[in-house]
């Protein structure tokens, strides 16, 4: 059964860091693509970044963000850095099967539950 646990969210500061974290279990990473998406209210959810054979980060973030993951213990980490109002959102991992990443959510057949990330200004 795979699952997908984040954790890192919180309330911070305009120009703060914040790291979100996500678990994979049940699942083999090297094997699956991973994207970092977010949800702000009355919005669509949007991606935030991807990682697999490539690598992606939406404009909104790119220069200010960096997705890693670690293979060997299953984990994909998404570090924002001079975070703003507008980063504000619920951020979701997922995983899709295939090292291609996608991002579009439809492609993503697995979901967390996600974490709260709110930008005080």
């Known amino acids: 059964q795979v699952q997908l646990v984040e954790s890192g969210g919180g309330l911070v500061q305009t120009g703060d860091s914040l790291r979100v974290s996500c678990a994979a279990s049940?699942?083999?990473?090297?094997?699956?693509?991973m994207g970092w998406f977010r949800q702000a209210p009355g919005k669509e959810r949007e991606v935030v970044g991807t990682?697999?054979?490539?690598?992606y980060l939406a404009p909104s973030v790119k220069g200010r963000s960096t997705i890693s993951r670690d293979i060997a213990k299953n984990t994909v980490d998404l570090q924002m850095n001079n975070l703003k109002p507008e980063d504000t959102a619920i951020y979701y991992c997922?995983?899709?099967?295939?090292?291609?990443?996608?991002?579009?959510?439809?492609?993503?057949?697995?979901w967390g539950q996600g974490t709260q990330v709110t930008v005080s200004s």
């Open positions: 990682i697999g054979s490539a690598t």
């Open positions: 997922a995983a899709k099967l295939g090292t291609y990443p996608s991002a579009s959510a439809a492609d993503y057949e697995y």
């Open positions: 049940g699942l083999t990473l090297s094997r699956y693509a």
